[in-house]
């Protein structure tokens, strides 16, 4: 079964700076989505961005970017000019594509960023 | 107004109750998920349809049930309620293998 690990229960950073929360998965496949997830206080599961497995390019939302290492089975966030709105729970997931896990999505324990003023 | 809503979105039972969990949608998607979440451990998947006649379990489906009424509905039941079954959940839609849409969560307590 895949797994998905984000290793950094809670992290901190200052308004306005830069921020880069980590996530590695563990799969054979090769055909699958990899997903950030923001839950902020209120508690509601967000999208904030998405990469394809056999797209090279890394996915870009405005401030929020991936860094997408496949071999290295890397799904890092990096959240630029932080506001105090990216205070949140994030969380990475992972989703095949195929196979017989084929739709089923796996989360990550989840990662704390708190955005300081 | 929400395109997935789930009631109650508060719910706090007793020991050995049985309890359900509703979850409805307008966004059209065949395919809807039931999480739940616990601190330190992320969402995991408790039962999942791809549509009206398809039901699957998914990791942690013991002393959980579903049932899909219709594209558009996904009930949880809890048919003895326990203690470890408190925790926050989840109801998801897609369409087909993408992202997936969330409900607001309901914060379930058994005591």
């Known amino acids: 079964a895949q797994t998905v690990t984000q290793s950094q229960p809670e992290m901190s950073v200052q308004e306005a700076e830069t921020v880069t929360l980590s996530c590695t998965y563990d799969?054979?496949?090769?055909?699958?989505?990899l997903f950030w997830y923001k839950q902020p206080p209120s508690r509601q599961m967000i999208l904030v961005i998405r990469q394809e497995a056999y797209k090279q390019q890394n996915a870009t939302e405005n401030r929020f970017s991936v860094n997408f290492q496949k071999a290295a089975k890397s799904f890092s966030l990096k959240i630029s000019d932080s506001q105090l709105g990216d205070t949140a729970m994030y969380f990475c997931a992972f989703i095949f594509s195929g196979g017989t896990s084929y739709g089923k999505l796996t989360f990550g324990q989840g990662t704390i960023l708190t955005v300081h003023p | 107004d929400a395109d997935v809503t789930q009631t109650p979105r508060n719910r706090i039972t007793k020991t050995g109750k049985r309890i359900m969990l509703e979850c409805s949608q307008t966004?059209?998607?065949?395919?809807m998920y039931w999480y739940r979440q616990d601190p330190g451990l992320g969402l995991r998947l408790i039962y999942y349809s791809f549509d009206v006649k398809d039901i699957n379990k998914g990791e942690i489906s013991d002393g959980y049930s579903v049932s899909r009424q219709a594209q558009a509905k996904f009930s949880l039941s809890l048919e003895s309620a326990i203690p470890n079954q408190t925790a926050l959940y989840f109801c998801a839609t897609s369409l087909g293998v993408n992202e997936q849409y969330f409900g607001p969560g309901t914060r379930l307590t058994v005591t």
């Open positions: 799969t054979s496949e090769n055909n699958y989505y």
């Open positions: 966004k059209g998607h065949d395919r």
